[in-house]
């Protein structure tokens, strides 16, 4: 999550060496909690094996592996609560069983656990201190893996996996068959310009409930918030060919973002 390949890096940069430790820590944890269903043909029993590490590093039981050594010194200095870690396995295990969603809020309910759970552990970490920092960390959360969907779509359904909501793909008259012709037709943008939509929107209600208290404390999130929102709009502006090549934003672009959003939430604007 920290190298300088990833969306992460330019967030984390800014953090003070304790709590970018802590993040990098959890990160990890969750990533490879993510990987046991990616990258190992979806085995139950690793998902099993890493609740049992989460569970021996509250437990204060020895540990296994790398990631959970790395992250059990953290819980207990931030104050971290397993039921978040907890709800990012359980949202890693619907990958296991649940390959279409029918409504968005079935989708929502997805994005809250693999997301917003995350984005929760992170708050406790960057040391929030106003309530409605919460609700910042949960929409953001959903507005983050709205837009890792959208830009994800090609490689998904790859996995045989479409998040898309089958409704919405009713509506617009789009089928699973024309998803993996991977065709940008007049369908097909309307389709993947409502969730871009309904993505904006979800950033939209993060920066409303951002409390100004904590907008310092919470800057790294912020930062992350602004690169994927640059990321959604790269989407948008490729006509949302989100199949022949997986958009990104080039390094520069990524650093120039973290040092405004940076520099605009230290001066207070």
């Given at each position: ?115 917003s759970a995350v984005g929760l552990i992170c708050i406790e970490i960057f040391g929030y201190r106003h309530p409605a920092s919460r609700q910042y960390a949960i929409d953001l959360g959903v507005a983050l893996q709205l837009t890792n969907i959208l830009r ?118």
């Amino acid at each position: 999550m920290a190298r300088r390949d990833t969306n992460f890096y330019y967030s984390f940069v800014v953090l003070p060496a304790r709590q970018r430790r802590a993040i990098v820590a959890v990160w990890e944890f969750c990533r490879a909690v993510d990987d046991a269903v990616d990258e190992k043909a979806g085995e139950k029993g690793e998902l099993l094996a890493w609740r049992g590490e989460l569970a021996a590093c509250f437990g204060g039981q020895p540990v296994r592996t790398r990631e959970a050594r790395n992250l059990e010194p953290h819980i207990q200095a931030f104050k971290l609560t397993r039921q978040n870690f907890e709800a990012v396995i359980d949202g890693v295990e619907m990958d296991l069983h649940r390959l279409r969603y029918t409504t968005f809020d079935e989708l929502h309910k997805y994005c809250l656990r693999v997301a917003s759970a995350v984005g929760l552990i992170c708050i406790e970490i960057f040391g929030y201190r106003h309530p409605a920092s919460r609700q910042y960390a949960i929409d953001l959360g959903v507005a983050l893996q709205l837009t890792n969907i959208l830009r994800d779509l090609g490689r998904d359904l790859a996995m045989g996996r479409i998040y898309l909501p089958l409704e919405d793909l009713l509506r617009y008259g789009v089928t699973e068959d024309d998803l993996r012709a991977g065709v940008v037709t007049k369908n097909m943008r309307n389709l993947l310009a409502h969730q871009a939509e309904r993505a904006r929107g979800y950033y939209q209600r993060a920066a409303r409930a951002l409390p100004k208290p904590d907008a310092r404390r919470l800057v790294a999130a912020q930062i992350m918030g602004a690169i994927y929102y640059d990321l959604l709009r790269r989407i948008e502006q490729s006509g949302y060919d989100v199949f022949s090549t997986t958009i990104r934003a080039p390094r520069p672009a990524k650093a120039l973002i973290a040092a405004k959003t940076w520099a605009r939430t230290m001066a207070g604007i």
